[in-house]
C-alpha cells in the first residue's frame, strides 16, 4: 500500500485546513486507516482513525476540532482541521494497517510521508 499526504501549510490560530491521503495498491489488505503527528521532541501520536465500516476515533485533544473522513471511492482519507492551536503544529502522517488478528494480511502496517501543519501568527 501506498500513501501520499497533501495538504498542510502554515495557518494563523483558530484557522482551518484540509489535509488528504492517497491511497493506492493493494487497499483491500487494510482494516483502518488513521492520522498521527509528530512535534518536534514529541513522540508521535494518534490523532483519529477510521475503520473499514466508517467507525471513527480520535485524540481527546482534537474531539470536536477535528474530523476523520473517506472516500471510498477514490481511496483518499482525508482530516478536516478547525480551530486550530499552536500545539496542534507538527508533521501529520497517514497511516494505514491490518488490525484483524483472523485475517491473513495482521500486522501489515503502511505509512505515508508527513505533510507539515504549522500553527502560528
Known amino acids: 500500500v501506498q500513501l501520499q499526504a497533501s495538504g498542510g501549510g502554515l495557518v494563523q490560530p483558530g484557522g482551518t485546513l484540509s489535509l488528504s491521503c492517497a491511497a493506492s495498491?493493494?487497499?483491500?489488505?487494510?482494516?483502518?486507516m488513521a492520522w498521527y503527528r509528530q512535534a518536534p521532541g514529541k513522540q508521535r501520536e494518534l490523532v483519529a482513525s477510521i475503520t473499514k465500516d466508517g467507525i471513527t476515533n480520535y485524540a481527546d485533544s482534537v474531539k470536536g476540532r477535528f474530523t476523520i473522513s473517506r472516500d471510498v471511492a477514490s481511496n483518499t482519507l482525508y482530516l478536516q482541521v478547525s480551530s486550530l492551536r499552536r500545539e496542534d503544529t507538527a508533521v501529520y502522517y497517514c497511516n494505514a494497517r491490518n488490525t484483524l488478528p483472523e485475517s491473513i494480511w495482521y500486522g501489515r502496517d503502511f505509512w505515508g510521508q508527513g505533510t507539515q501543519v504549522t500553527v502560528s501568527s
Open positions: 495498491g493493494s487497499i483491500f489488505s487494510i482494516n483502518v
